[in-house]
């Protein structure tokens, strides 16, 4: 079955979701480090965004990220304004055993010295209507996300494809497989068992959840049921 990253987006400190990727969205659930003490039961596997970071450029929520760290001992993956070799080599520091690349993925001389440096590196290859978005998603490409993956895996064999435009919507975008390489995860509109079903069927290794599980629609008892099977 699917492997299962619970999502925690952390804005000023505090966990919540948006939808489409739009903060005049934002709904507040509380302490990020509660939610990944509960969700890092689910899996073991835990996903993490600096939305500060993803709007700013650079990452924010450093101290939050070491406190879930202490806190758990899953597999962290963190996303979110690492777009410099620095600020990356920070987010392995702060406890993190995979950093999240977006916007500096564009670089090809960046993901070239970041992908001979550091380990499990994942890419986030994140549409909207097909293109490549980055930039906290505020900035547009003409690259089409399958383009993208061409150029870029080679340097990764980690992958998120997001649906920007499935997000927070409760509902997933049906994808054709289009990668022949690489540990690829699903993120956006993700919203019942039946989509995980769906996403495995399709070939993707993870699915990403996040406010499908603050809001009930799918519950941490359910997921873990649903790896057992």
Not at 42 to 65: C, E, W
Not at 84 to 93: A, F, H, M, N, V
Not at 134 to 150: A, L, R, V
Not at 152 to 157: M, P, Q, R, T, Y
Request: charged share 20%; net charge neutral; glycine share 10%.
């Amino acid at each position: 079955m699917i492997d299962i990253y619970p999502a925690i987006d952390i804005y000023s400190g505090q966990a919540v979701s948006l939808t489409n990727g739009d903060i005049a969205t934002k709904k507040e659930y509380g302490n990020p480090v509660a939610f990944a003490e509960k969700f890092s039961k689910i899996s073991g596997k835990l996903h993490i965004v600096d939305l500060d970071g993803a709007f700013t450029g650079r990452p924010v929520n450093i101290s939050a990220i070491k406190k879930i760290r202490e806190s758990v001992t899953s597999f962290i993956q963190i996303g979110g304004g690492y777009r410099t070799w620095e600020s990356i080599e920070t987010g392995y520091l702060s406890g993190a055993d995979s950093v999240i690349i977006g916007s500096a993925a564009l670089d090809r001389k960046l993901l070239e010295s970041i992908s001979s440096r550091f380990k499990n590196i994942t890419v986030s290859i994140d549409a909207y209507h097909g293109m490549v978005k980055y930039n906290g998603w505020n900035s547009s490409t003409t690259i089409n996300y399958k383009d993208f993956y061409s150029e870029v895996s080679g340097f990764a064999d980690r992958f998120i494809f997001t649906s920007i435009d499935r997000d927070g919507t409760g509902n997933i975008s049906k994808i054709n497989k289009f990668w022949d390489k690489g540990y690829f995860m699903y993120a956006g509109g993700v919203n019942s068992l039946d989509d995980l079903r769906q996403l495995d069927q399709m070939g993707f290794n993870g699915a990403i959840i996040g406010k499908a599980l603050y809001n009930g629609s799918i519950t941490a008892e359910e997921l873990i049921c649903l790896q057992k099977e």
